[in-house]
């Protein structure tokens, strides 16, 4: 599977971003699917997950970070998961990456750990400045 993400750029402060994660070679159905950032001088953190499932879509993860900002869905015609980010805050300025595993079922407790994933998007960055 090839992921494509996109949809970073420069926000102010309390504005909002949508990323998107297109897949293509492979269904993303049923398995997790997770969005991780990276900023300079950090280790990559994963702040939201849909979890594998064996029927529909498996549970929801938020890093404490982007709790209630959030929200991760996707559409499983168009083969892409989202990543709205709402009141974005200056410390949410990282490299935006999506990921996801065709070989193994990844539990949403799972998720936070990039060790779980591999196949990976190139990222797109994410900016919040005034």
């Known amino acids: 599977v090839q992921l494509q993400a996109s949809g970073g750029g420069l926000v102010q402060p309390g504005g909002s971003l949508r990323l998107s994660c297109a897949a293509s070679g492979s269904s993303l159905e049923y398995h997790a699917i997770a969005w991780f950032r990276q900023a300079p001088g950090k280790e990559r953190e994963g702040i939201s997950c849909?979890?594998?499932?064996?029927?529909?879509?498996?549970?929801?993860y938020y890093a404490d970070s982007v709790q209630g900002r959030f929200t991760i869905s996707r559409d499983k015609a168009k083969n892409t998961a989202y990543l709205q980010m709402n009141s974005l805050k200056p410390e949410d300025t990282a490299r935006y990456y999506c990921a996801t595993d065709l070989s193994r079922f990844v539990a949403t407790m799972a998720c936070p750990y990039e060790m779980n994933f591999g196949s990976w998007g190139q990222g797109t960055q994410v900016t919040v400045s005034s």
């Open positions: 849909i979890g594998s499932s064996f029927d529909g879509d498996g549970e929801i």
